[in-house]
């Protein structure tokens, strides 16, 4: 038997979309056996697809997903954060 599950994350706009999708793209090797895994950008919505004959290894993907999702949140905000106040710091000297 086997198991789809479907995500779909919302960006801010299309480069933010963008470079989760690079970030989520695997570069050096390929996915175990018995999973398959696609992603498509439309505009500002990553879609992230997995195919599993073994329903909880489906899930479990997911949940990796949803973690490297959280932690590209979380730098992706940190970097921006403190772009405005570098920029306002150069201005007062």
Known sequence: MNATTELRLACADDTVCASLASVLTPDNRRAPRGL???MRQRGRVLTVTIISDSP?????GQAS????VTLFQEIWLLSHAR???RMER????
């Not at 909880?56 to 479990?60: D, E, I, L, Y």
């Open 36 to 38: 398959t895994i696609a």
């Open 83 to 85: 772009a405005p106040r």
């Open 65 to 68: 997903v949803l973690r490297d």
């Open 90 to 93: 150069s201005g007062d000297a």
């Open 56 to 60: 909880p290894a489906a899930v479990s």
